[in-house]
């Protein structure tokens, strides 16, 4: 049996409605964990540039504010990228990117960054600007903090200043 068309028409938006609620009426899930990897650049002073990432490839950062040793140039500020990697786009208000950076064992610098939607690819990129680096040892800590299990990931940046 089917029903007359004007009755069919009138019951369109009564079962949309009723589909709606249906599917806010579930429970939300959170897509699985993101996961971290770090890069870090320096920022050339001397001509508005960066450098390559210091944690996948390492150079001898000696004297680094005066362009000293094999940094490429002279830098006195650093921009660590956390790529958070995760399900293309998810988005999950209460994750957040915290980068710690301590030096000779002392806490420097603690900040936490909302992550933006994944991308297509897996991706979206926190950055964190580090200012007055260069003469010390940094080591970075980062973690996804809102999320279980949050795997912290570490780096070290080995600047030295000295005669």
């Known amino acids: 049996m089917s029903l007359p068309r004007p009755i069919m028409l009138a019951l369109a938006p009564v079962l949309a409605l009723a589909a709606a609620g249906a599917v806010q009426a579930r ?30 490839r390492p150079v001898d950062l000696w004297n680094t504010p005066a362009g000293e040793g094999r940094a490429g140039g002279s830098s006195n500020q650093l921009l660590v990228v956390a790529d958070v990697r995760g399900e293309g786009g998810s988005y999950v208000p209460s ?6 950076v301590t030096e000779g064992g002392r806490q420097t610098y603690q900040h936490a960054e909302e992550t933006n939607i994944v991308n297509t690819n897996g991706h979206t990129y926190v950055a964190f600007w580090l ?4 003469c010390r040892r940094l080591r970075l800590t980062a973690r996804i903090r809102g999320q279980t299990p949050s795997t912290p990931v570490t780096a070290t940046i080995p600047f030295a200043c000295g005669e």
């Open 27 to 56: 429970p939300a899930q959170d897509p699985p964990p993101y996961r971290l990897t770090l890069k870090a650049m320096l920022f050339y002073s001397d001509r508005g540039t960066f450098s390559g990432d210091l944690i996948a």
């Open 131 to 134: 200012n007055g680096t260069g």
């Open 95 to 100: 994750r957040k990117v915290e980068l710690t």
